[in-house]
């Protein structure tokens, strides 16, 4: 249910009754039993045809790409370990060529790279058929993030163009106790 009333009052503060959602939630966290804690993100093929990939929000440098993340984007915490990432696929993913490779990686907030495909190594678009389930092996699975909060980021390789395919990212981390 979307916002009813909304208007300006005298003051020129904005007033607002009724319930507000988010029109696309992009990711977040699951709460889970223990420590154990769990942010998913779905994603589309046409999320990926930005210059800079799925997960990044903001043009910091006013460049016409996306190259940075907002503070309204689900991250991992600084110092978590990573237990595991898996990708699903909703639907059946498509290119032109069948060769595009899809990495799953980890960035600063200011969209520094921390592992560009520290989740998921060259996950192949044509292994990517409904219902099928990709494991992640990268380099960040198993250790932590590091000194800084990561923000996950999906990017494309190769030159193909990308016609087809939704998916869920899931990552599974234990944050630090401080």
């Given at each position: 249910?979307?916002?009813?009333?909304?208007?300006?009052?005298?003051?020129?503060?904005?007033?607002?009754?009724?319930?507000?959602?988010s029109?696309?939630?992009?990711?977040?966290?699951?709460?889970?039993?223990?420590?154990?804690?769990?942010?998913?993100m779905?994603?589309?093929?046409?999320d990926?045809?930005r210059?800079?990939?799925?997960?990044?929000?903001?043009d910091?440098?006013?460049g016409?790409?996306?190259?940075?993340?907002?503070?309204?984007?689900?991250?991992?915490?600084?110092?978590?370990?990573v237990?595991?990432?898996?990708?699903?696929?909703?639907?059946?993913?498509?290119?032109?060529?069948?060769?595009?490779?899809?990495?799953?990686?980890?960035?600063?907030?200011?969209?520094t790279?921390?592992?560009?495909?520290?989740?998921?190594?060259?996950?192949?678009?044509?292994?990517?058929?409904?219902?099928?389930?990709?494991?992640?092996?990268?380099?960040?699975?198993?250790?932590?993030?590091g000194?800084?909060?990561?923000?996950?980021?999906?990017?494309?390789?190769?030159?193909?163009?990308?016609?087809?395919?939704?998916?869920?990212?899931?990552?599974e981390?234990?944050?630090?106790?401080?």
């Amino acid at each position: 249910m979307a916002t009813t009333e909304i208007w300006d009052n005298d003051d020129g503060l904005v007033i607002k009754f009724g319930p507000e959602r988010s029109a696309s939630p992009r990711a977040g966290e699951v709460s889970t039993l223990g420590a154990v804690k769990t942010l998913t993100m779905d994603v589309d093929f046409s999320d990926l045809e930005r210059a800079l990939g799925a997960g990044f929000d903001v043009d910091s440098d006013a460049g016409g790409d996306f190259d940075s993340f907002s503070g309204f984007q689900a991250f991992i915490p600084w110092g978590s370990l990573v237990i595991r990432a898996t990708f699903f696929a909703l639907t059946d993913w498509a290119d032109s060529a069948g060769t595009m490779d899809i990495d799953v990686g980890v960035y600063q907030k200011d969209g520094t790279a921390i592992d560009a495909d520290g989740l998921i190594v060259a996950m192949l678009e044509g292994d990517l058929d409904v219902n099928e389930l990709v494991e992640g092996a990268g380099a960040i699975v198993g250790t932590t993030v590091g000194l800084n909060d990561a923000y996950i980021a999906i990017t494309e390789t190769g030159s193909a163009t990308l016609s087809a395919g939704t998916g869920r990212l899931v990552v599974e981390y234990i944050a630090p106790l401080a």
